[in-house]
């Protein structure tokens, strides 16, 4: 009996080196082993399946491969009692994408412990809106407020404010009551921001302080930082008595210059967010808080989307930094 095919990108090297991805069809049987296969909906792009993508070793051992670190869809078949076909679900992160076909692809098939059922109050389409960006700035929210960093403690610094999590950290932080100040490099997407709800957007530059002082004067009662470098330096030194910082991401710089100052005579928190493979109860638990009290409104106005025909200019764009807000890749169109 023939296994059912289906239709994916799928990246491979050429030959002289060059790799280049086609829309294709796969088969069942090319899937990994594996307790859930779920009929994939909707995938989202990530910067991260932009560089699987294109061969980047860093990301996706062996090729060829099917991108897609996100994805929501319905279970087709389960080997395990915790899911049942026609369950609703989402999965992201683990090694989806990276090494396991990912949501590039109307089938995957994942170990059970990859799978969160989708909440009652979101939709599959919705789900691929926040998608790993918006579940990683729901991690950080969660780590502030399990620090007691609550909305009248103060301002919170979201840095890399225009990026997937920073936009989502503005989004839903304002949403909740918090007083939100958008630090980023792109100040020509100021309204952009204002509009998410940011009472307040400054530039990259007067988010860094460069003068070496081991403290700084007290402002932020937390931070989201996915940026890294000298503005996480900057934050941790500028945040006040038993502040909070969440750091989840190194795109200006893996390197942190600080001393222990802000720690031992502030009592900061420096908390990091391994968003690739959290424990499942907390993933639940920031799925339900995005669902219900954190949701927001208008999801519309923070995403586009696209078919897997299209996807190849999305990966193009999302590359060379020009893309805005969240693509939702819908894979039935």
């Not at 729901?138 to 404010?161: S, W």
């Not at 998410?196 to 931070?223: N, Q």
């Not at 989201?224 to 710089?253: F, M, P, Q, W, Y």
Request: aromatic content about 6%; proline content about 4%.
């Amino acid at each position: 009996m023939t296994a059912k095919t289906f239709r994916a990108m799928l990246v491979e090297q050429a030959e002289g080196g060059k790799f280049i991805r086609q829309i294709t069809h796969r088969s069942l049987d090319d899937l990994p082993e594996g307790e859930v296969l779920v009929k994939v909906r909707y995938s989202s792009l990530n910067y991260k399946d932009g560089l699987s993508a294109t061969g980047h070793r860093g990301v996706t051992k062996n090729y060829p491969h099917t991108p897609g670190v996100d994805a929501s869809g319905v279970v087709e078949e389960s080997l395990s009692d915790a899911f049942s076909p026609g369950d609703r679900v989402i999965v992201t992160s683990y090694d989806l994408g990276m090494n396991t076909p990912g949501g590039f692809g109307q089938y995957i098939r994942v170990p059970a412990d990859w799978v969160v059922p989708l909440p009652d109050n979101l939709s599959l389409k919705e789900s691929m809106a926040y998608g790993s960006a918006g579940l990683t700035a729901g991690f950080c929210i969660l780590k502030l407020q399990e620090h007691d960093v609550t909305p009248n403690r103060g301002e919170i610094l979201v840095t890399g404010a225009t990026g997937g999590v920073g936009s989502f950290a503005v989004a839903m932080l304002a949403q909740i009551g918090y007083q939100v100040v958008a630090a980023t490099g792109k100040m020509d997407e100021k309204q952009f921001l204002i509009d998410l709800g940011a009472k307040e957007v400054i530039s990259r530059s007067e988010a860094t302080d460069t003068t070496g002082k081991p403290l700084l004067k007290g402002r932020w009662a937390g931070v989201v930082d996915s940026v890294g470098g000298e503005i996480l330096s900057t934050a941790i030194r500028s945040t006040k008595l038993h502040g909070a910082v969440t750091c989840c991401g190194n795109v200006a710089s893996p390197d942190l210059h600080v001393n222990v100052y802000p720690f031992i005579l502030r009592g900061i928190s420096l908390v990091g967010i391994d968003s690739q493979s959290c424990p499942m109860t907390f993933r639940r638990r920031t799925w339900e808080k995005i669902a219900n009290e954190w949701k927001l409104p208008d999801l519309d106005r923070q995403t586009s989307q696209c078919s897997l025909e299209e996807l190849d200019d999305e990966i193009d764009r999302i590359l060379a930094g020009k893309q805005k807000g969240r693509v939702i890749v819908d894979l039935e169109r």
